[in-house]
């Protein structure tokens, strides 16, 4: 699972490609990125992070790496939160329906 999960974030970076930020900035020619990994979740960086954490919290086995994902995905919510709101800014509609068609962590879920 924790080679699955960081498959998924790399999979993830290089498919933004020249988009890819550290920060939230939209860059010259930038683009809503709608297809590969993006057309599965919304945040699939974050969500291979959580796969693979997952994977170590089994490894580990005990509860504390079950509570560190679950703070994890709290704060991660937070952080998609803002950078939503700034693709809404930047993409409107079509981010919004975006939104509406794929889900942000987990596919099909939430």
Known sequence: MTAIGFGI???????LGGNWSANVTVKQDHRLVQSGPYAIVRHPIYTGMLVAALGLAILNGDLRSFLAIALMAVGWREKFTLEEAFM????????QKYRRQVKALIPFLW
Not at 9 to 15: D, E, F, K, P, V
Not at 88 to 95: D, N, P, S, W
């Open 9 to 15: 974030a790399i999979w993830a970076r290089l498919h």
């Open 88 to 95: 809404t800014e930047q993409f409107g509609e079509e981010y």
